[in-house]
């Protein structure tokens, strides 16, 4: 672990774990202090040679999704899950967003308001899917809630990756854009997407489900309704690979990691960190750097831990969870495809052999003999024989 990530997790947010008022948040920072510290446990392991004898201690992952250290593996996991449900079509990236006004009301009914941005983007892009026009079928839909800006700001908006072609009563139809160049008109989006939204928000307000406080909502929707909604429709990928390294960039993301972090300076209490200021795109003035005291850091940092147990990552379309198996096997052999292979649990040293060429489970002292686990021991204090399930779903090691 690098010192900016140690300093990290033993100042930031060991100081977050004291300080923050909401006890949910103080869990949170508490976990992410632990991670990979001997408060979460730890895995002994020792060579099988009796010859070499080298024994390993190997801390624990907190596991936690707003850990800017854990997150690899479950990642990895669920990319190549989502490897098994590409289809022979384009995929496109369309981003919708929300205007910052709108954030006063949606941090005080996050669930709420966070519920509405998927189901307002979802049912555009499904909406005009159905269009004979533009598809005349359902798109498979992968929808990524993210709630920050580059510089910690909060910033709500829904990443979407939407597929060329659809499913119509078990048919397969095929993408209908133009060179594939767009898949909707991004105006067309635009208007449905914010007639939607602020039509449903319209009914919460009215059915008394929101917590509003003093805002004059009434005022407040007119205001909104002015303006102009921005959805950032781009270009498809290149290809299936394409879509999956986009896919590992974005949906396991957190608010910031470590490799953005410059410097944190406990002396003078500050955190500077890199930044990208979109509105400069492609310029010198594009990269920035940003310096704010520690508790700054911790508050926005906070804005960004979602919901107990809020789900961010959702399928729409032909790839909504409802029968998605069936669903997508009949497609396959509707497109003389091979059927999808069965989702597989990759054990750890799989995944880190193939992306860096190391086998974990050899011993590192002799170089020959394998490693084995002697015996896990747990933040309760207790020792788990090896032959027992193990308690922590974030071990580091699986042989």
Request: proline share 5%.
């Amino acid at each position: 672990m690098t010192e900016v990530a140690q300093k990290l997790q033993q100042v930031v947010f060991n100081k977050a774990s004291r300080m923050v008022s909401n006890q949910y948040s103080r869990n949170i920072f508490k976990k992410l202090t632990d991670c990979h510290t001997g408060n979460m446990g730890v895995h002994h392991y020792r060579c099988e040679s009796s010859d070499c004898g080298h024994e390993r201690y190997q801390f624990h992952s907190c596991g936690n999704r707003h850990c800017p250290n854990c997150g690899g593996t479950k990642r990895d996991q669920w990319i190549a899950n989502k490897e098994t449900e590409l289809l022979p079509t384009a995929y496109y990236h369309i981003v919708f967003t929300l205007p910052h006004e709108l954030n006063g009301l949606i941090m005080g009914n996050r669930v709420a308001m966070y519920n509405l941005l998927f189901e307002s983007s979802s049912y555009t892009l499904l909406k005009l899917g159905a269009d004979p026009k533009f598809l005349g079928a359902r798109p498979g839909i992968i929808s990524v809630l993210h709630t920050w800006g580059q510089n910690l700001s909060f910033h709500p908006h829904i990443h979407c990756i939407v597929s060329g072609g659809g499913e119509n009563n078990g048919e397969w139809v095929s993408d209908k854009s133009q060179n594939q160049s767009y898949l909707f008109p991004k105006p067309i989006m635009q208007k449905i997407y914010k007639a939607v939204f602020l039509k449903n928000l319209r009914a919460l307000l009215a059915s008394g489900s929101l917590q509003v406080g003093e805002t004059d909502t009434t005022k407040l929707i007119d205001e909104v309704g002015k303006k102009h909604w921005n959805v950032y429709a781009k270009r498809p990928f290149s290809g299936p690979k394409t879509v999956l390294e986009y896919l590992g960039r974005y949906t396991h993301k957190t608010a910031i990691t470590p490799h953005r972090i410059l410097e944190i300076n406990e002396k003078e209490g500050t955190v500077t960190f890199k930044y990208k200021d979109y509105r400069y795109r492609g310029t010198d003035a594009e990269h920035k750097e940003m310096t704010i005291s520690i508790d700054e850091f911790i508050r926005r940092f906070e804005q960004h831990i979602l919901p107990f147990r809020y789900v961010r990552i959702r399928h729409f379309g032909y790839l909504q969870n409802h029968g998605r198996g069936k669903r997508l096997k009949e497609l396959f052999e509707k497109l003389n495809l091979p059927a999808p292979p069965a989702k597989m649990r990759i054990p750890v040293y799989v995944t880190i052999r193939e992306k860096y060429g190391i086998d974990i489970r050899v011993c590192p002292k002799c170089k020959e003999h394998h490693l084995e686990l002697v015996a896990t021991h747990y933040r309760s204090g207790g020792t788990i024989s090896i032959g027992e399930k193990p308690k922590n779903k974030a071990s580091p090691i699986e042989f």
